[in-house]
């Protein structure tokens, strides 16, 4: 089974993205995971908490958890379904895809990444385009779904590559990059 990924790159994002993980999960009944790596967890950042959720809010959705919790044995029938309809989950994911995107409009190199990679990465194409290079970013917030559709409107006409940042031996968002870029330019 699949998991909505996020991955922040500043701690208000940990923050935000580990709140809206709880919402998810309690929507879909499903995990959510935050990737996240050891330099974040070095950063010290102030952050804005959200409002405590009222009491009468967590006892229902304890209610909740535990209605739905209480399931009996599964025949091969009820897994096929439960199948599909993780699979219609899924498919309704792509609405919370999360990315930030900077200056693709008239980019000859995309540099992508995420968590504090992306946000190495943006501060090099913001000094890059002081600099006069035509250098875009694109940062998924959401790794899974992962923001296919934004690689998909860049103009590979112009655009002569695309670098992917990362600080993982063997890269791994790389492969969605490929997957998203397809063949249309050099990775």
């Known amino acids: 089974f699949q998991m909505m990924v996020f991955s922040p790159a500043t701690?208000?994002?940990?923050?935000?993205?580990?709140?809206?993980?709880?919402?998810?999960?309690?929507?879909?009944?499903?995990?959510?995971?935050?990737?996240?790596?050891?330099?974040m967890g070095t950063i010290m950042e102030p952050v804005?908490?959200?409002?405590?959720?009222?009491?009468e809010e967590v006892r229902a959705l304890?209610?909740?958890?535990?209605?739905?919790?209480?399931?009996g044995r599964w025949s091969t029938k009820d897994q096929e379904q439960s199948c599909r309809d993780a699979e219609e989950l899924y498919k309704s994911w792509k609405k919370?895809?999360?990315?930030?995107?900077?200056?693709?409009?008239?980019?000859e190199l995309i540099l992508t990444g995420y968590g504090i990679c992306g946000r190495i990465a943006k501060s090099a194409v913001s000094r890059l385009r002081g600099e006069g290079y035509k250098v875009g970013f694109v940062r998924?917030?959401?790794?899974?779904?992962f923001p296919y559709d934004t690689y998909d409107v860049l103009?590979?006409?112009r655009v002569r590559a695309v670098l992917d940042?990362?600080?993982?031996?063997p890269a791994q968002m790389v492969r969605d990059v490929e997957l998203a870029v397809?063949?249309?330019c050099p990775i």
């Open 11 to 39: 701690v208000q994002e940990a923050v935000d993205m580990t709140y809206a993980a709880f919402d998810y999960a309690q929507r879909d009944r499903n995990p959510v995971l935050i990737l996240t790596d050891g330099v």
């Open 48 to 55: 804005v908490l959200p409002e405590m959720r009222p009491e």
């Open 62 to 71: 304890k209610e909740a958890l535990r209605a739905t919790s209480a399931a």
């Open 96 to 107: 919370d895809v999360q990315v930030e995107t900077l200056w693709l409009d008239d980019a």
């Open 140 to 145: 998924p917030k959401t790794l899974n779904p």
């Open 155 to 157: 103009d590979y006409g």
């Open 165 to 169: 940042v990362e600080m993982s031996i």
């Open 182 to 184: 397809s063949r249309r």
